[in-house]
T-cell receptor, first 112, second 110 residues
Framework: ETAVFQTPNYHVTQVGNEVSFNCKQT?????MYWYKQDSKKLLKIMFS???????VNETVPRRFSPQSSDKAHLNLRIKSVEPEDSAVYLC???????????FGEGSKLTVL | GDSVTQTEGQVTVSESKSLIINCTYS????????LFWYVRYPGEGLQLLLK?????QKGSSRGFEATYNKETTSFHLQKASVQESDSAVYYC???????FGDGTQLVVKP
């Protein structure tokens, strides 16, 4: 049963445009994440938030910015997309201490 | 630094044959991590397959097993008899900042 909801599921856009992905979790978790899964299926963490506070910010281009209004929501904005941003962006949440992740279905971005 | 290394690329196995996908981890933390296998079936989201939080113990789910070996820092995924429905991408992970392996595509041939 899905409890991490991502929108949109697909987005096609052109180089230089702005894109936003939204994520909401109904599990009551304090921690949320954004991961990038590239065409080779490699899964890399981008950001992690704990109760609206940024706690992990891996080396990602500055055009990527996360936004959290409350602990149930974590959005991802890409200011000016590049072709290498084409990927599936996965949102996840986790309860404290276990490290187990609950993933959304992903948002696939195609940059033409 | 911290890392997770698993069997690379694609593994092709005939139905009813056995499977092993290797996973080893490296961490600078003094604490033993929790270990996980995640799976992504075609058309579905990434989901937990099994986890083990205590060194020496075995986790199991859907016929898959993995034993947490702290001496060899390994957490290999095994199944005695695979089915076509097991075809998916499998990721090994541990919870020190949630490191994932690079994923292994399993293709089960009928």
């Amino acid at each position: 049963e899905t409890a991490v909801f991502q929108t949109p599921n697909y987005h096609v856009t052109q180089v230089g445009n702005e894109v936003s992905f939204n994520c909401k979790q109904t599990l009551g978790h304090d921690t949320m994440y954004w991961y990038k899964q590239d065409s080779k299926k490699l899964l890399k963490i981008m950001f992690s938030y704990n109760n609206k506070q940024l706690i992990v910010n891996e080396t990602v281009p500055r055009r990527f910015s996360p936004q959290s209004s409350d602990k149930a929501h974590l959005n991802l904005r890409i200011k000016s997309v590049e072709p290498e941003d084409s990927a599936v962006y996965l949102c996840a949440s986790s309860p404290p201490n276990t490290g187990q992740l609950y993933f959304g279905e992903g948002s696939k971005l195609t940059v033409l | 630094g911290d890392s997770v290394t698993q069997t690379e690329g694609q593994v092709t196995v005939s139905e009813s044959k056995s499977l092993i996908i290797n996973c080893t981890y490296s961490t600078t933390s003094i604490a033993y991590p929790n270990l996980f296998w995640y799976v992504r079936y075609p058309g579905e989201g990434l989901q937990l397959l099994l986890k083990v939080i205590t060194a020496g113990q075995k986790g199991s789910s859907r016929g898959f097993e993995a034993t947490y070996n702290k001496e060899t820092t390994s957490f290999h995924l095994q199944k005695a008899s695979v089915q076509e429905s097991d075809s998916a991408v499998y990721y090994c992970a541990y919870n020190n900042r949630i490191f994932f392996g690079d994923g292994t595509q399993l293709v089960v041939k009928p």
